[in-house]
């Protein structure tokens, strides 16, 4: 196995690891990325898209009322009041410099015509204070900081995955990679690394995650130990499947489109109950975008994922949102943005109605984090979606893109700090063992193949531990999910092909036993975590976090 060593070890290059890097490299300490797909291209920050892809930030244009005060509270109170405080604070105030930051290296995000940024309401926001570029902030945003990276001359290793962390004595002193094309192994050894993986959509069968996105980050920290938090909340939203994924979000509910499942029925009304009309759960949708309990929108993914559930989907799996009745004009005029995205894609939505299902579109949990993004093993940063505590059961829209940079440079910082103090020579034999594992998966001649295990364990996690959860459903998937990591470590067929989506299975397997066993400790609903059989929040007993945590490969 080869080695490589550097002073702060960065894995994941999007938005909060880029950012990680940048900060690290500032404060004077060998950096290194490792980047399973392309530096830039991969991961959720340049390939996710919707109507206003919002970056979070109270400038108090569009209202002076607006301030991080208020920023604060609304995280908090959107969130269930279950997530950290002081780190929902540390977002909220330090979001606006990390914003001109961004200006600076030459993102342009949209301005009013008097030159002054343009600030829209975003989900769980008091005031309008999302800033954005258009439908893809997030790619500029990355385009920016991919720049910075270059002109620092960071190391990146591109098509390099993590497989696990290496451990020694209780402390984390790099990650053993895997080149994905040769596959070739190498430990990289380094006195902090930061965890900047992102999310976990790619374990469901709806999402709007690119490729790659297999929580591999929460799957690497669980098995060294860390804590995780939160796991059991996350935006599942309504997304369109086909050909092209995109957020539904606010503008296209103000059209009034007709909801209709694959028998050609419109269906929504029979969801709702008597005191409430369709036009009423459109208002509520405009500004929720993602499911959640909070308010009636939420009958809006609970009819879209029965209709699916119950074998009444659209042809290509989803049900259809039509606008087809919707004037022409008034499409293109108040839904300028989503119509010119769809159209450069081939789809004209005045005349052909869209495909949509309630779709994984972000994970509000993660890898437990401090003020200074360490986490609950020394050694081990953690930052952007991969990290949690920041939010709570619901996130305000543009949060993630704020979180990424103000907790990217936060972790950078401190990593940086850490490893300047130390010299690390770990126990190669760490890495070694990893490497053995690896081999193992290899070798074995199983009767599974990860092709079927995948299709299994994205179905069940989607219809099972996504909008509609109860014991009975979860406690059957966290067993089907502990009989399928059986199934990974000792009857798996893999050829070296498989290698990559062999290693990604079992960490979508392991994450998904954590999201699964928070879902089921947590018997109340709330927010984004919707339990049928425990339809009520209870304060009383739930107005706390749950941290899940692995030891002797058991979860608890
Ligand atoms: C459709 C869509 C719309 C969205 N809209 C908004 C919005 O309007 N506002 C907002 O704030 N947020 C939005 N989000 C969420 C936001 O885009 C993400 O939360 C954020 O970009 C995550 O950034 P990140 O750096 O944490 O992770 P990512 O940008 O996903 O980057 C993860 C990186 O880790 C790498 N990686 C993964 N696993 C490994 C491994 N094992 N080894 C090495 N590298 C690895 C990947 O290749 C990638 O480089 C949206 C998300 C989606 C999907």
Known sequence: MRIHRTDVLVIG????????????????????????????????????????????????????????????????????????HNLARIIAYESPDRFRELVDWGVEFLREPDGRFKQVMSDGATYPRACGTGADTGRQIMDALKRQVEERGITVFENVMA????????????AVGIDTESLELTAFTAGSTIMATGGHGCM????????????????MALRAGAKLVNMEFMQIGPCVITPLKFDVGGILWRLGPRLINGLGEEFLERYLPEELTVKEVYNLKSVTFPFTMRNASGYIDIANFTEIAEGRASGNGGVYFDLSHVPASK?????????KYFLEHGVDIRRKPLEIAPSIQHMNGGILINERGETSLPGLYAAGEAAGGQHGADRPGGNSLADCQVFGARAG?????????????PDLR???????EVRRLLETDGSHSVSEVLKDVREMMWRNASVIRDEDSLSKTYSS?????????????????????????????????????AALTRRETRG???????????????????????ANGDLK
């Open 481 to 517: 999910l502990h009989r399928y990591r059986r199934i990974v470590q000792s009857d798996l067929s893999v050829d070296e092909d498989e290698l990559v989506s062999a290693l990604e299975l079992r960490n979508m397997i392991d994450a998904g036993l954590a999201i699964v066993l």
């Open 430 to 436: 760490k890495a070694e063992k990893i490497e053995d």
């Open 331 to 339: 499409i293109e005029s108040e839904a300028s943005i989503p119509f």
């Open 204 to 219: 469901y069968k709806y999402t709007v995650f690119p490729e790659g996105m297999t929580a591999d980050g929460y799957a």
């Open 13 to 84: 290059g999007g938005g909060a690891g880029s950012r990680a890097a940048i900060e690290a490299y500032d404060s004077g300490v060998d950096v290194t990325i490792i980047c399973k797909g392309r530096h830039g291209l991969s991961g959720c920050t340049p390939n996710s898209a919707s109507e206003w892809m919002a970056y979070g930030v109270a400038l108090g244009i569009a209202d002076p009322r607006d301030n991080c005060e208020m920023h604060f509270r609304d995280i908090v109170s959107i969130g269930g009041y279950v997530c950290d």
């Open 528 to 550: 984004s975590h919707y339990r049928t059989d425990y339809p009520k929040k209870d304060d009383e007993n739930w107005l706390r976090l749950i941290e899940i945590q692995m």
């Open 163 to 174: 497989v696990d962390l290496i451990v020694d004595g209780g402390v984390v002193v790099g």
């Open 413 to 425: 910082r401190y990593a940086a700090e850490r490893a300047s103090k130390r010299i690390v020579k």
